[in-house]
């Protein structure tokens, strides 16, 4: 996300979870451009980015021989 201006007028509620999903692992990363975390409700921001990658995998069953790869890996999703 990319904004020439962005300004809260309430403190945002955000939360990031990964629940119930046996049988797999996930990441996530989150990388900001002058947006402090937290943010302060009224301030206005400028020039802002927000980039977030998410990625998760199936783990691999006892026996498979299928290459495992990295959900960290960043080669192919990476958002620059």
Avoid at 21 to 46: A, F, M
């Amino acid at each position: 996300m990319e904004a020439e201006r962005l300004r809260f007028e309430e403190p945002p509620e955000t939360e990031v979870r990964f629940d119930g999903t046996p049988g797999r692992e996930s990441v996530s990363r989150g990388r900001r451009r002058n947006l402090p975390d937290p943010v302060t409700h009224g301030v206005e921001y400028e020039d802002v980015r927000v980039d977030y990658l998410l990625a998760s995998r199936l783990r691999r069953s006892e026996g498979s021989e299928d290459r495992e790869a990295d959900p960290t890996d960043r080669t192919a999703t990476d958002p620059e």
